[in-house]
Nanobody
Framework: QVQLVESGGGLVQAGGSLRLSCAASGDIFSINVMGWYRQAPGKQRELVARITTAGSTVYADSVKGRFTISRDNARNPVYLKMNSLKPDDTAVYYC?????????WGQGTQVTVSS
């Protein structure tokens, strides 16, 4: 089992920046991919970015060039630096980890971007 705790959300004006953090505990050595999803009101949850233990990254087209996913070591913690934020980035952001068999989710952190 893996437990995830996010932090760093909040209210920011358009064009501003935030950094989200995700701390994992439990069986962290089983994790091979960590990432961030988001869900806006009335929309489906979508992938924002993910990073493997080898450091390979994938980004949603909508955030490329603005968001950066990183980590302090192979697994923990994982960060999402968000620059040039837009009102469309408003959502609950969830940290996710997988060991290839199961997906583990954090409780989510609200990001609100005002215009």
């Amino acid at each position: 089992q893996v437990q995830l705790v996010e932090s760093g959300g909040g209210l920011v004006q358009a064009g501003g920046s935030l950094r989200l953090s995700c701390a994992a505990s439990g069986d962290i050595f089983s994790i091979n991919v960590m990432g961030w999803y988001r869900q806006a009101p009335g929309k489906q949850r979508e992938l924002v970015a993910r990073i493997t233990t080898a450091g390979s990254t994938v980004y949603a087209d909508s955030v490329k060039g603005r968001f950066t996913i990183s980590r302090d070591n192979a697994r923990n913690p994982v960060y999402l630096k968000m620059n040039s934020l837009k009102p469309d980035d408003t959502a609950v952001y969830y940290c996710v980890a997988t060991d290839g068999r199961s997906y583990y989710w954090g409780q989510g952190t609200q990001v609100t971007v005002s215009s």
